[in-house]
C-alpha cells in the first residue's frame, strides 16, 4: 500500500505561548506530523492532537545568530475526525508556523525512519539543502521556513504541500514544505531568490507492509 497525504492544516502567530487550530484526519493506517517553526531558539515546544501528546522525532537548532528551530513531532494512529492541534510554547517566542500533514498507509509499529535538521544560521547559501535515509516504497517529508518574505522553489522530484509568505506585524517570515518519494538516499532541496537565514527537518514514513526486521537490521548497520 503506497503512502498518501490526507490533509494538510497550516497556522501562525506573533508573540505567543500557545497556537491551537483544527486538522481533519480519515483513512487508514494514519500518521500524523506537526512541523513548528519558530525564531526563537530557547523556547521550549509540546504538541497534542485531540488531547494526546506527540512524540518529538527531532529539532534543528540555527546558531549563532539566534534564529530558529524547526521541531518535528509524529503521532501514530491520530483520531479520526476533526480535533485540535495545540502548540505549546515556552517562553513566548515572535513568528511561531506550524504544519500538520496527515498520512495513510504508514506503518503502524514502526513508522519513520531517522530524523533530518539543517540551517544556515549566517544567510549566506542558497539553495537549501538536506539529505534523507530512506528506501524505496518510502516517502520522504519535508518542511522548514526561512526569515523574510521571498520565493521558495521545490527541488526535481518534489511535490510541494504548502509554500506561504507569512506577514504578522510587519514580522515577515517564509514556510514551506514536500514530500518526495523514497531511494536509498534522498536530496531535498528549495531554490530561493535570495540568501536567507534558513532552518528544516526531514524524515522518510515507512509504508505498511515494510519488513520489521529488515528496518531494525538497517538502523543496527
Not at 141 to 150: K, L, P, Y
Not at 188 to 195: A, C, L, T
Request: overall charge neutral; some cysteine; charged content about 10%.
Amino acid at each position: 500500500m503506497a503512502i498518501t497525504l490526507d490533509a494538510y492544516t497550516g497556522a501562525a502567530a506573533i508573540n505567543t505561548t500557545s497556537i491551537t487550530f483544527a486538522h481533519t484526519v480519515s483513512g487508514s493506517d494514519r500518521y500524523l506530523l506537526v512541523s513548528v517553526v519558530k525564531d526563537g531558539i530557547g523556547s521550549s515546544v509540546s504538541v497534542t492532537y485531540n488531547g494526546v501528546s506527540m512524540t518529538l522525532l527531532g529539532q534543528a537548532i540555527a546558531t549563532p545568530w539566534g534564529f530558529g528551530a524547526c521541531h518535528l513531532f509524529g503521532l501514530i494512529a491520530p483520531a479520526t475526525g476533526t480535533n485540535n492541534v495545540v502548540v505549546s510554547i515556552s517562553p513566548t517566542d515572535w513568528i511561531v508556523t506550524c504544519a500538520a500533514r496527515s498520512f495513510n498507509g504508514v506503518h503502524q509499529t514502526i513508522p519513520v525512519g531517522t530524523y533530518v535538521g539543517g540551517f544556515d544560521g549566517n544567510g549566506d547559501s542558497s539553495p537549501i539543502t538536506i539529505t534523507v535515509s530512506s528506501a524505496i516504497g518510502e516517502l520522504v517529508v519535508d518542511g522548514g521556513g526561512q526569515v523574510g518574505n521571498g520565493t521558495l522553489t521545490a527541488g526535481v522530484g518534489q511535490t510541494s504541500h504548502y509554500n506561504n509568505n507569512i506577514n504578522i506585524s510587519s514580522h515577515t517570515f517564509q514556510d514551506a514544505g514536500s514530500i518526495k518519494a523514497g531511494s536509498t538516499s534522498v536530496g531535498i532541496s528549495w531554490q530561493s531568490n535570495r540568501n536567507a537565514v534558513w532552518v528544516w527537518s526531514g524524515i522518510s514514513l515507512k509504508p505498511v507492509g515494510a519488513s520489521i526486521a529488515t528496518d531494525f537490521f538497517r538502523r543496527r548497520v
